[in-house]
């Protein structure tokens, strides 16, 4: 069999990499989906930011030993101060990205984040077999940062002129502005979801998950403001926040003031096993953030049957249409409270709408994306089935 010609993709990514006891850690879904593209090369090198120190409980180890990380500076930040300090660094972040790419055969790019803006200004001078993931919301939202919008205006240009995914379809987009989806959950993991949402049924006491990073914009406050409406008029609910960051110390303020015990509550990070025991433990799963692209609980959640309220942004009205799950304004605690009360008092059918999310999420696993990466790069790179390693 003829051997791959493509031997090394560099992956330039803003996520901050931990290396630790002899690992190399990151956000555990992004470690997860990494590892599924170390799969179709032989080396796999991140440019990436990188802290010599333990990782939070969120994070998960690379599990391909193919992955190496090439460490570029750490910058970001709001402040008048940070900003002056990119500023100042940007020759050595150039320097350092250049010097990565030069020494790739190919090239992903992962936006939006500040190495992604400067990645997809790069990669066109060093390689033709270049792809890039746009993780945020293509369409763009009231209040986003102007360099989010910059990096699509340059991934939808003739200068980048290579593939790029992007959650949902989105009318007059350039041709090489490709839909692409993605879940976590590998064939097994799928099946027992199936299981699990077959049997699906609404306790009692209506169970609440939320699964993610506590940061501002995925409003974990306003689930723990709603729950605490619900719990002054008697209503029966408890909740479980799955997930680490930066929020982490204001929400345990938060549940403390509400007087409910705080490890029940604050879980932290978990392994994904066990975050799997929890969509199945789960009646409704909560994400109502300002702003989405395709999240990956919403869509795990309903393949286990959990009937997910998530916000009217992005790609969330998509994946919760035709009676699939339900809707609300991030920021509104009133509202969420709200619905959360019709689910608990079976005002809405929750058998029915358990069923078909269910039924729906299921087309998306873990081992249907390898596939469906290496497809979309043969297809675009115009490469013969040989060139990208074939992973059983």
Not at 99 to 109: E, F, T
Request: hydrophobic content about 40%; glycine content about 8%; overall charge neutral.
């Amino acid at each position: 069999m003829k051997e791959p010609k493509i031997n090394n993709l560099l992956i330039v990514s803003h996520v901050v990499h931990y290396k630790w006891d002899n690992a190399l850690y990151a956000y555990s879904p992004y470690a997860r989906e990494i590892d599924i593209w170390a799969d179709l090369f032989p080396q796999v090198t991140i440019a990436a930011p990188l802290r010599n120190e333990k990782p939070p409980s969120d994070c998960l180890s690379f599990s391909r030993t193919n992955i190496e990380i090439s460490p570029q500076l750490e910058r970001g930040g709001n402040t008048l101060k940070d900003k002056v300090i990119q500023v100042l660094s940007l020759p050595f972040l150039l320097a350092g990205l250049g010097k990565a790419m030069s020494k790739a055969d190919a090239i992903q790019v992962r936006c939006p984040g500040n190495l992604g803006l400067l990645g997809v200004i790069l990669a066109p001078l060093f390689s033709c077999y270049r792809v890039a993931k746009y993780a945020g919301q293509w369409n763009g939202y009231e209040g986003e940062a102007r360099s989010y919008r910059l990096q699509r205006r340059i991934l939808g240009s003739r200068w980048w002129n290579a593939p790029v995914t992007v959650y949902g379809e989105w009318p007059n987009q350039p041709h090489h502005v490709i839909p692409f989806f993605t879940s976590l959950l590998t064939g097994t993991q799928i099946e027992r979801a199936k299981r699990n949402a077959e049997n699906k049924y609404k306790h009692h006491t209506l169970s609440v998950l939320f699964v993610g990073r506590l940061t501002p914009e995925k409003n974990i406050h306003v689930l723990l403001k709603a729950q605490k409406l619900l719990i002054d008029k008697e209503v029966k609910i408890e909740s479980r926040i799955i997930g680490d960051g930066p929020m982490r110390h204001s929400l345990e303020q938060q549940v403390k003031m509400m007087g409910l015990n705080m490890e029940d509550v604050l879980v932290g990070g978990l392994p994904f096993e066990k975050v799997l025991e929890n969509y199945e433990w789960a009646d409704v799963l909560v994400l109502a953030s300002e702003t989405e692209g395709w999240p990956k609980a919403i869509a795990e959640a309903m393949a286990f049957g959990v009937v997910c309220i998530g916000s009217n942004r992005g790609l969330v009205p998509q994946m919760l249409a035709e009676g699939r799950g339900l809707l609300v304004e991030p920021g509104d605690e009133i509202a969420l409270a709200s619905t959360l009360h019709e689910i608990a008092i079976g005002k809405i059918d929750f058998a029915s709408m358990s069923n078909k999310a269910s039924e729906w999420a299921q087309h998306y696993s873990l081992d249907g994306l390898r596939d469906a990466i290496r497809d979309l790069l043969i297809r675009e790179w115009h490469l013969s089935a040989a060139e990208l390693r074939k992973v059983s």
